[in-house]
């Protein structure tokens, strides 16, 4: 079956930093891949998708995946961060019609 | 454009009592997903419809737990009796089209058993 992994669970950074958070998933093939944002107190919000092409996805907010085959991974990327940023992230893959979720990852950005 | 639409928005109770969450999904969407959110599982999916019709429900902790569509606009998630365990946010997500395409969220409903 199909699992998500989200290595960092908790990033602390100041603002202006670069972000990056890591997701890989465990079954290879043609993935559809997900990136969530969950502002405190708030539900989740699409970032970004991939389905095909290519491999560099921008999305909202300034946010950036890339998605590797062959490291099956999917990373989110941000060259500066702000302090609005403090959410936590889902990275998510299609698995038979639903969203696998990853464990989420914390993000906390020190003004 | 309305999004997913959830009530109660808080829920507090007492153990015992039975609970009734409440979703209207984006309307012209024809899948319907219940989750659930706590600290320690994270986001768990319960159950998800595909035209009001039950694909998946390997996620329903129990037999406590039961979840409608009666329609496409409207779905409930349903506990009884509550449990203090079950106190988590629940969210509802609906999606239009293929598989591939991204579910919206609804603001969810904090639910407390006392």
């Known amino acids: 079956a199909q699992s998500v992994s989200q290595h960092n669970h908790h990033v602390i950074l100041s603002e202006a930093a670069s972000l990056e958070l890591g997701c890989n998933y465990s079954?290879?093939?043609?993935?559809?891949l997900f990136w969530y944002v969950q502002y405190p107190g708030q539900h989740l919000q699409l970032l970004l998708k991939?389905?095909?092409?290519?491999?560099l996805v921008k999305g909202i907010k300034g946010f950036e995946a890339e998605f590797i085959k062959s490291k099956f991974s999917f990373n989110l990327r941000k060259p500066s961060v702000q302090w609005s940023d403090t959410a936590e992230y889902f990275c998510?893959?299609?698995?038979?019609?639903?969203?696998?979720f990853g464990q989420g990852t914390e993000l906390s950005v020190k003004p | 454009d309305a999004g997913v639409i959830q009530s109660p928005r808080h829920e507090v109770t007492e153990m015992g009592q039975e609970v009734t969450l409440r979703c209207k999904p984006i309307s012209g969407h024809n899948s319907l997903f219940w989750y659930r959110q706590t600290m320690m599982r994270g986001l768990e999916l319960l159950i998800y419809f595909n035209n009001n019709v039950p694909i998946d429900d390997s996620g329903m902790p129990e037999d406590r737990f039961s979840a409608k569509m009666p329609n496409a606009s409207f779905s409930t998630l349903k506990i009884q009796p509550s449990e203090p365990r079950d106190s988590a946010v629940y969210f509802c997500?609906?999606?239009?089209?293929?598989?591939?395409?991204?579910?919206?969220f609804g603001d969810g409903t904090r639910l407390s058993i006392l």
């Open positions: 991939y389905f095909s092409g290519d491999p």
């Open positions: 079954y290879g093939g043609t993935v559809n």
């Open positions: 997500a609906s999606r239009s089209g293929q598989s591939n395409q991204p579910q919206h």
């Open positions: 998510a893959v299609n698995w038979g019609g639903k969203l696998i």
